[in-house]
């Protein structure tokens, strides 16, 4: 750790020249700086030395003002005129004995700071890379990028003592189709990924272990390879296109699908598993809930239409499942449908962030019976929520927020807060919220899993722009008041599993488990 007291209020310096272009991310972040009682912004700084951008041919910046007139409608713009006015306010600092001095320094224009400007933050300068360069939209036009499980984002730091940049933090998201929706969209992510990494630093939990950056960034596609670039756009367009137009006529593919196994969870292998009874509809997200000596498995089925979904449940006898009834339906989408028992009391608490809040439901008469019991976090975005009470007493709750402006993402954040019981009724967020940053184990794929005093979660891992591609263990190794520590166990993807494109979802009980595949 780099220290055992706190800073206080960070004292930040923008590292900003006057006519450097401001983009939507970067006028979010000073947005979320300017109100955040941590942050104190100093002044702005002219950076001496210059940010190498690489240029796109004429030809790749024709095609991406194309996919921006196609595309363009899915994002939205961030107004800039309160970032404009931060920067406007901010006095202008020299780098002269006079000059204050600051904790740090954030890069966000065209220029660094020079060797003799290090000096003046204690803990140097840092900036953001994507995948190893500057511009997002630009290093996702190549194909090793594309061919990439995600693109990376780099907090970069350099000191006066270090010149040479190492990685302070980095998470991976998952690719949008084409460059200039993902571009839009890591941009987007990376203020999160920023604001986190600073809290830690207040807080002096940054690490101080370090690792080199990336040598080389994916190189922009040459004069023929841009044609390969315009292919992959129109056939992910195409693609999306079909997928409207099939789900107008009702002929979606139902494509999750269930199967189980027995065992210890912690050494299955999916390609022995036995694939459970199909419906006529989707079977997704499943939860394995045992009652009375008999096992039941709640899941979320979806017609082919791709209406709103709702929860249905089966018995399971053996290795396969009896006929299924509907459990929950309401005039939202309902899908991860997380049921538990407190006392005599049996709990459901189903995704319903279509209904812009986390809600919990009471079994009347378990199965197929349910009323709506307690509610919290109303007008927030909540997907693949799970709660628990510790040996302790302590209820606690994981749920995958969505904190965003133009795109609305449940894969990349992790939130944690306790809470006093299925009630709802005080809800405390952790101080390391978000505990869990990146697309490829953040998003909760199950219920926690208790097993001699351990303590796992189920996580996607949206890899290679599948969402759903695979499927983590992680182990909870610290969780108290101030700290979340968890690390990986085991990975699953569909090379586990011969013929699937995806597996996303675990639920264990005794020596059961079931999870959801997709593919054939």
Same mark, same amino acid.
């Given at each position: 750790?780099?220290?055992?007291?706190?800073?206080?209020?960070?004292?930040?310096?923008?590292?900003?020249?006057?006519?450097?272009?401001?983009?939507? #991310? /970067?006028?979010?972040?000073?947005?979320?700086?300017?109100?955040?009682?941590?942050?104190?912004?100093?002044?702005?700084?002219?950076?001496?030395?210059?940010?190498?951008?690489?240029?796109?041919?004429?030809?790749?910046?024709?095609?991406? @003002?194309?996919?921006?007139?196609?595309?363009?409608?899915?994002?939205?713009?961030?107004?800039?005129?309160?970032?404009?006015?931060?920067?406007?306010?901010?006095?202008?600092?020299? &780098?002269?004995?006079?000059?204050?001095?600051?904790?740090?320094?954030?890069?966000?224009?065209?220029?660094?700071?020079?060797?003799?400007?290090?000096?003046?933050?204690?803990?140097?300068?840092?900036?953001?890379?994507?995948?190893?360069?500057?511009?997002?939209?630009?290093?996702?036009?190549?194909?090793?990028?594309?061919?990439?499980?995600?693109?990376?984002?780099?907090?970069?730091?350099?000191?006066?003592?270090?010149?040479?940049?190492?990685?302070?933090?980095?998470?991976?998201?998952?690719?949008?189709?084409? %460059?200039?929706?993902?571009?839009?969209?890591?941009?987007?992510?990376?203020?999160?990924?920023?604001?986190?990494?600073?809290?830690?630093?207040?807080?002096?939990?940054?690490?101080?272990?370090?690792?080199?950056?990336?040598?080389?960034?994916?190189?922009?596609?040459?004069?023929?390879?841009?044609?390969?670039?315009?292919?992959?756009?129109?056939?992910?367009?195409?693609?999306?296109?079909?997928?409207? #137009?099939?789900?107008?006529?009702?002929?979606?593919?139902?494509?999750?699908?269930?199967?189980?196994?027995?065992?210890?969870?912690? &050494?299955?292998?999916?390609?022995?598993?036995?694939?459970?009874? +199909?419906?006529?509809?989707?079977?997704?997200?499943?939860?394995?809930?045992?009652?009375?000596?008999?096992?039941?498995?709640?899941?979320?089925?979806?017609?082919?239409?791709?209406?709103?979904?709702?929860?249905?449940? %089966?018995?399971?006898?053996?290795?396969?499942?009896?006929?299924?009834?509907?459990?929950?339906?309401?005039?939202?989408?309902?899908?991860?449908?997380?049921?538990?028992?407190?006392?005599?009391?049996?709990?459901?608490?189903?995704?319903?962030?279509?209904?812009?809040?986390?809600?919990?439901?009471?079994?009347?008469?378990?199965?197929?019976?349910?009323?709506?019991?307690?509610?919290?976090?109303?007008? /927030?975005?909540?997907?693949?929520?799970?709660?628990?009470?510790?040996?302790?007493?302590?209820?606690?709750?994981?749920? &995958?927020?969505?904190?965003?402006?133009?795109?609305?993402?449940?894969? +990349?954040?992790?939130?944690?807060?306790?809470?006093?019981?299925?009630?709802?009724?005080?809800?405390?967020?952790?101080?390391?919220?978000?505990?869990?940053?990146?697309?490829?184990?953040?998003?909760?794929?199950?219920?926690?899993?208790?097993?001699?005093?351990?303590?796992?979660?189920?996580?996607?891992? &949206?890899?290679?722009?599948?969402?759903?591609?695979?499927?983590?263990?992680?182990?909870?190794?610290?969780?108290?008041?101030?700290?979340?520590?968890?690390?990986?166990?085991?990975?699953?993807?569909?090379?586990?599993?011969?013929?699937?494109?995806? @597996?996303?979802?675990?639920?264990?009980?005794?020596?059961?488990?079931?999870?959801?595949?997709?593919?054939?």
């Amino acid at each position: 750790m780099i220290g055992k007291a706190k800073l206080g209020r960070l004292r930040l310096l923008i590292v900003q020249g006057a006519h450097d272009p401001i983009a939507d #991310w /970067q006028a979010m972040l000073l947005d979320r700086l300017t109100s955040d009682p941590k942050i104190e912004l100093v002044g702005v700084l002219d950076g001496q030395k210059a940010r190498i951008l690489p240029s796109a041919s004429l030809l790749l910046r024709a095609i991406l @003002i194309v996919e921006r007139w196609i595309v363009g409608r899915q994002i939205l713009p961030y107004e800039k005129i309160g970032a404009r006015s931060v920067l406007a306010r901010l006095p202008r600092i020299h &780098n002269t004995p006079e000059a204050p001095k600051v904790d740090l320094a954030l890069v966000l224009g065209t220029r660094n700071l020079a060797v003799e400007q290090l000096e003046l933050a204690r803990h140097g300068e840092w900036s953001v890379s994507f995948s190893g360069a500057q511009q997002a939209t630009h290093v996702a036009t190549s194909a090793k990028q594309r061919a990439a499980p995600g693109m990376s984002v780099q907090i970069l730091r350099r000191t006066a003592e270090a010149t040479e940049p190492t990685v302070v933090r980095t998470a991976q998201y998952n690719q949008k189709p084409g %460059a200039v929706l993902t571009g839009a969209f890591v941009e987007e992510k990376s203020v999160l990924l920023v604001l986190r990494a600073l809290h830690d630093l207040v807080e002096m939990r940054a690490q101080s272990v370090m690792m080199p950056p990336p040598l080389n960034a994916p190189k922009l596609p040459r004069f023929f390879e841009v044609f390969g670039y315009a292919a992959y756009f129109g056939k992910a367009l195409a693609k999306k296109l079909r997928e409207k #137009w099939c789900a107008r006529r009702g002929r979606l593919k139902a494509f999750w699908q269930l199967a189980t196994g027995t065992g210890d969870f912690l &050494n299955f292998e999916p390609r022995f598993a036995v694939k459970l009874p +199909s419906r006529s509809h989707t079977m997704a997200d499943p939860f394995l809930f045992e009652k009375d000596g008999k096992k039941w498995v709640f899941y979320e089925a979806l017609n082919a239409d791709g209406s709103d979904g709702w929860i249905e449940v %089966a018995e399971l006898d053996g290795d396969t499942l009896k006929s299924s009834s509907t459990a929950l339906k309401c005039p939202y989408h309902l899908s991860f449908p997380f049921v538990f028992q407190d006392g005599d009391d049996i709990f459901m608490l189903p995704e319903t962030n279509q209904s812009r809040r986390l809600e919990v439901w009471r079994a009347t008469n378990f199965p197929t019976a349910w009323e709506l019991h307690a509610k919290a976090f109303e007008g /927030q975005y909540l997907a693949e929520s799970t709660l628990w009470r510790s040996k302790a007493g302590q209820w606690w709750l994981l749920t &995958n927020l969505s904190d965003h402006h133009a795109f609305q993402d449940h894969s +990349s954040e992790l939130y944690l807060f306790t809470l006093d019981g299925p009630g709802l009724g005080s809800i405390t967020p952790h101080p390391g919220n978000p505990v869990a940053i990146g697309a490829d184990h953040a998003r909760n794929a199950g219920a926690l899993i208790h097993q001699n005093g351990r303590l796992f979660r189920p996580s996607q891992n &949206n890899s290679y722009g599948v969402y759903g591609y695979g499927l983590n263990l992680m182990e909870i190794t610290q969780l108290d008041a101030i700290t979340f520590e968890e690390t990986i166990v085991r990975r699953w993807t569909p090379h586990d599993r011969p013929g699937i494109n995806g @597996i996303h979802h675990l639920s264990a009980a005794g020596d059961r488990y079931v999870f959801d595949w997709s593919g054939t």
